[in-house]
């Protein structure tokens, strides 16, 4: 199913004894060596916003709401047992230290920068003088190339977040696609796709970093599926991303778009960045192919099936002091 998921959590230095009572393990563990504890309490996990509600039906929105609707989506997106999002609990949640996640050219300022309305996001791709590759932690040795980013957002500031926590939910996620080096059909391949995604506060103050994706938004020049904005220059990846690149949930799971190809490796990280309401409103004005407003695209959450999240932290350093 996923054995070479677990080869990659096997990486991992060592789990925090377990502390609760013994559960049959899945292939994402190696019982010879880890062991498992439950996460009493998240890392900056703490959500004030209220929780999801059903839209009305009239605000039929890409199929989010309304024919075909998430719910009628068809094929493994119905009958797939490791779905994604997911909400993230303490009681599926599980410590684990594994070596560092490595970056490489997330520095790089793009040649240009390309803004497209896909239909149900804004999707952004970054022309780079080299590669954007990603390696280490979880994904273990193998190396994944960036592909895009792209947004999720909700109806108002108390949901848009695809994934949630408690079934609290958050105003914006953002999601980087990578895929396996040297992968050519990431939908029938064997961990081909990683998935990053960074969770935002509602803040006061706008988002620097979000600034010019909500300045193309305003213009009107990404109302319509297929609009772009293809510019020179633009902000560089690591920018969009938290401080912390270490400390983050993992799992395995799938697409949230059909056709919700399974097999994804998640990273969620843990810091989050601000974003506000205003500039979220703004996310609202694209169109879909029928002309409706996207005034929210987030899936529902799926159901674990036995699937276990790992939050994953880097080892901790030994310091020597001389004399003690």
Not at 101 to 119: A, D
Not at 164 to 180: D, M
Request: overall charge positive.
């Amino acid at each position: 199913m996923i054995a070479a998921y677990g080869k990659a959590l096997l990486a991992i230095a060592f789990l925090i004894p377990c502390t609760s009572t013994h559960r049959e393990t899945s292939d994402l563990e190696d019982t010879q060596f880890l062991k498992l504890e439950k996460v009493l309490n998240f890392k900056n996990a703490s959500i004030s916003s209220g929780n999801r509600f059903t839209f009305p039906t009239e605000h039929a929105l890409y199929g989010y709401d309304g024919g075909p609707g998430t719910s009628n989506w068809a094929g493994t997106c119905a009958t797939g047992q490791e779905q994604s999002p997911v909400d993230v609990t303490p009681y599926d949640t599980y410590r684990a230290v594994s070596q560092r996640l490595r970056f490489y050219g997330v520095h790089q300022v793009p040649i240009s920068t390309n803004m497209t309305n896909s239909g149900h996001s804004v999707k952004i791709k970054l022309k780079t003088p080299k590669p954007i590759l990603a390696t280490g932690g979880v994904l273990g040795d193998k190396v994944y190339e960036f592909q895009s980013l792209h947004f999720h957002w909700g109806a108002d500031v108390y949901e848009g977040a695809e994934h949630t926590f408690n079934s609290k939910s958050l105003p914006l996620e953002c999601h980087f696609v990578f895929q396996r080096e040297g992968c050519k059909d990431p939908t029938t391949e064997k961990d081909a796709l990683v998935v990053m995604a960074v969770h935002y506060n509602l803040g006061w103050k706008n988002n620097q970093v979000l600034e010019p994706v909500v300045k193309a938004l305003v213009s009107g020049r990404l109302e319509k599926p297929q609009d772009f904005i293809l510019k020179s220059g633009g902000i560089e990846l690591r920018d969009y991303m938290p401080g912390d690149l270490q400390t983050y949930f993992a799992y395995r799971g799938s697409l949230t778009t059909p056709p919700c190809t399974e097999g994804v490796t998640w990273v969620i990280f843990s810091e989050r960045q601000l974003v506000s309401g205003k500039q979220v409103s703004k996310f609202r004005r694209i169109k879909d192919e029928l002309g409706l407003k996207v005034e929210y695209n987030y899936r529902e959450t799926q159901p674990l099936n036995g699937r276990r999240i790992f939050l994953v932290t880097p080892p901790v350093k030994t310091v020597y002091i001389n004399g003690i």
